[in-house]
């Protein structure tokens, strides 16, 4: 598994300390990146704190504090220990770290955690733009925050999903994802704004829910074609248009397969796609957000990814899988996102 070290030598201002579990201290190592804070605090004076919202991915929040409350019950009287009953109500709730960022980064605007599994930090970008659009706020924190824990862990273990070493994308031989953890945060803002530089634009996006079953995706690629199609439909680009496709390619036998079909029958194979799970693992609820900071670096440096750890591409699959990484120029990217339940999305970038 991918696990992000020292992690819990993290720590938070004692202000906010009661929001402390595995899951938001990821969050705030997320946030300190790249001086994410100090735009962020540019933008709140430019702005105000109450037009900027918050949207944030994630399917475990603090499950992990709770975990290991049950675990240090007291076997007597089953009371969970006293120094999770106040924090507990920071940390399980599933908007710990929604509630959590808007308060470290000092915002009032709307505040929402998307939790549709894999592909929930996705999903926060398609959101964010309607809010601006809707004139809801002029800007959104917008991320993916997902840490291990044991329910993710024993769970896909169950499911007979995880392999037992780094996950092979698209190879002949796969068998399995690799969990990771990660955070990612993106500061979304109208298209309007002015720049002095390119940046990086969210083009379009596109959802479905095939909703075929719980964990297993539609056989026919079903769902992620509606999602692809809504995305070129949201960002009036044609198949053509697209210069590289960023897989879901989580290394599971089942999604691999129906990803590529779904891709063969609207690209024809002519479009070269990759997934980058080798490189990270499944980072779950963040995936989306990882997935666009990456979609970013590739449109700034022109740089196509390929599959690491894959040796032989499945000789079923149609579209063009790239095992050695390519330069060439990049304009448009598009991305996808495949979660439990059927809940696909697909965003697309390119640089304006």
Known sequence: MGKVERLEEVSLKSSLSHFTCRNN?????????????????????????????????????????????????DPVTGRLPATFIPRGQYTQDAFSVAHFVRKYLELTGPAMVISTACSSSAKVFATASRYIEAGLCEAVVVGGVDSLCLTTLYGFSALQLTSPGPCRPCDADRDGLTIGEAAAFVFLEKSSTKRDRPTTALLGYGESCDAYHMSHPHPTGQGALLSMQASLKSSALSPSDIDYIHMHGTATVANDQTEDRAIATMFQGHTPCSSTKGWTGHTLGAAGAVAVVLGDLCLQYGLLPGCLNTNTVDPTFSSQILIENREQPVRSIMSNFFGFGGNNCTLILGKR
């Open 25 to 73: 201290q990821l969050a705030l190592l997320g946030l300190q990146q790249d001086g994410f804070e100090d735009q962020i605090a540019e933008a709140r004076q430019h702005y105000g704190a109450h037009r900027i919202g918050i949207l944030i991915g994630t399917s475990t929040a603090g499950i992990l504090e709770t975990e290991h409350a049950y675990q240090q019950k």
